[in-house]
């Protein structure tokens, strides 16, 4: 198993935080959504919030690669569809790369 932290920012908007974390709700997950991360090689995965400031831990088996996951991201359209809609909440963290949502970051602490 492999263990990945990542960090997006949403807009500082309270309606579209409220909106940003209904669709993340149980009962609104897209279930082709649900499949594609796991059959990527996702064993679980978590978003946290506090603010505008997310925080994603990944858990992930020996399948799963950022490229293998793109790669099936870019050639299914549900995928694509809920991209786009995630734009409308999200942005890119200060630092990031053009286009970049999610990034990585880095462990400096472990117990």
Same mark, same amino acid.
């Not at 995965?45 to 858990?59: A, D, K, Q, V």
């Not at 099936?72 to 734009?87: A, R, S, T």
């Given at each position: 198993? $492999? $263990?990945?932290?990542?960090?997006?920012?949403? &807009?500082?908007?309270?309606?579209? @935080?409220?909106?940003?974390?209904?669709?993340?709700?149980?009962?609104? $997950?897209?279930?082709?959504?649900? *499949?594609?991360?796991?059959?990527? =090689? #996702?064993?679980?995965?978590? @978003?946290?919030?506090? =603010?505008?400031?997310?925080?994603? @831990?990944?858990?992930?088996?020996?399948?799963?690669?950022?490229?293998?996951?793109?790669?099936?991201?870019? =050639?299914?359209? $549900? &995928?694509?569809?809920?991209?786009?809609?995630?734009? *409308?909440?999200?942005?890119?963290?200060? !630092?990031? *790369?053009? !286009?970049?949502?999610? #990034?990585?970051?880095?462990?400096?602490?472990?117990?």
């Amino acid at each position: 198993m $492999k $263990k990945y932290c990542l960090a997006c920012d949403l &807009v500082d908007d309270e309606a579209l @935080i409220a909106e940003y974390e209904r669709w993340h709700r149980h009962e609104n $997950k897209w279930p082709e959504i649900m *499949k594609s991360i796991t059959d990527a =090689g #996702v064993t679980n995965m978590e @978003i946290y919030r506090f =603010g505008t400031r997310l925080f994603m @831990i990944m858990e992930t088996d020996d399948t799963f690669t950022f490229e293998r996951k793109a790669a099936m991201d870019e =050639g299914n359209p $549900k &995928v694509q569809e809920w991209e786009q809609l995630m734009w *409308k909440f999200q942005q890119a963290i200060p !630092g990031s *790369k053009p !286009g970049e949502k999610w #990034v990585f970051m880095d462990k400096i602490f472990q117990l």
